[in-house]
């Protein structure tokens, strides 16, 4: 059972994970540090929401953590085989570079 | 109870700038790999069992694996330090900064959906309570706990049974799609892969010459 004192710094926490995963994606130029970034904020979802459960007494808050962790591991693997795809015909592992898709 | 949470908090966070600032690959995983498992210990923390298992199960045992596995097949060069006073890098920060502190003057003030909340409230908005419990300073009537049972009670069968009886029961059919979910992720996964998994032609002279050599070399 999570204490009142606690909620708001938990909530904080997960703010500033979210934030800096971000922040990671944008000012970060290999795609498979973007992805970790991406993971740091699916992260901090799953901390507020499980954070959420503990202070309201709930278990659908960590229903829904499992499914954004399926979700994650989903994401994860098609990812990466895009990256293997994209390394495998000589491209360089930039994402300044793989912006064919704006044209 | 309370300074363990705070302790694997700040060291969450302070492993997640390690994720973000790192310039090598290899750092940034582990960093990451270090961030999960704190989150993971908080998730325990919080009677969160079987999330716990979970996160360790998912994430530590295999996304994380093979992000590093990724990282050791394609071998990313170390990038140069990203972007030191960019724009993009101030108004991340600015962008940190404003929604932490959004966040935290909203739970202090406890912006909680409150189902009991009346209309008569000044600061009762949409069914949202606002600064409730500092107004009254009244924690026994505690308006958040909606549900209303103690974690103790609602955990009395085991925190994976009750997860799963949610799982089962009430959200049978999202459980369900997530399963199309993987599928349909590791058909793509497969079929992304497929092409790169053959490989360049076979050159019969090039590996006629690379033999030549080879047995040059043990003579």
Known sequence: MLSQAMFPWLLLTAAFLFTLGALGVLIRRNPLVVFMCIELMLNAVNLALVGYSSYLNSEEGQVFAFMVIVVAAAEVVVGLGLLTRVFSIGRELDVDDLDEMKQ | ?219
């Open chain 2, 1 to 219: 109870m309370n300074v363990l949470l705070a302790i694997l908090l700040i060291l969450a966070a302070i492993s997640a700038l390690g994720v973000v600032f790192s310039a090598q690959t290899i750092y940034s995983a582990l960093s990451l790999v270090l961030t999960v498992g704190l989150l993971a210990v908080v998730f325990l923390v919080l009677n969160a069992q079987f999330l716990f298992v979970v996160q360790l199960i998912v994430y530590a045992g295999a996304v994380m694996v093979l992000f590093v596995f990724i990282i050791a097949l394609l071998d990313p060069a170390a990038e140069d330090r990203p972007r030191l006073l960019d724009l993009r890098l101030i108004l991340g920060v600015l962008a940190v900064a404003g929604l932490c502190t959004a966040v935290f003057i909203a739970a202090r003030n406890n912006v909680t959906y409150d189902t009991s909340c009346t209309s008569q409230a000044a600061t009762c908005m949409h069914g949202y309570t606002v600064g409730s419990l500092a107004a009254t300073g009244d924690t026994t009537a505690d308006p958040f706990h909606t549900f209303g049972f103690p974690q103790a009670a609602v955990n009395q069968a085991g925190n994976v049974q009750t997860v799963a009886n949610q799982l089962f029961h009430t959200y049978v059919l999202p459980f369900e799609i997530t399963s199309l979910l993987l599928l349909v992720a590791a058909i793509g996964a497969v079929y992304l892969t497929r092409r790169a998994a053959v490989g360049p032609k076979r050159d019969p002279q090039a590996e006629q010459r690379w033999k030549d050599d080879l047995v040059e070399g043990i003579e």
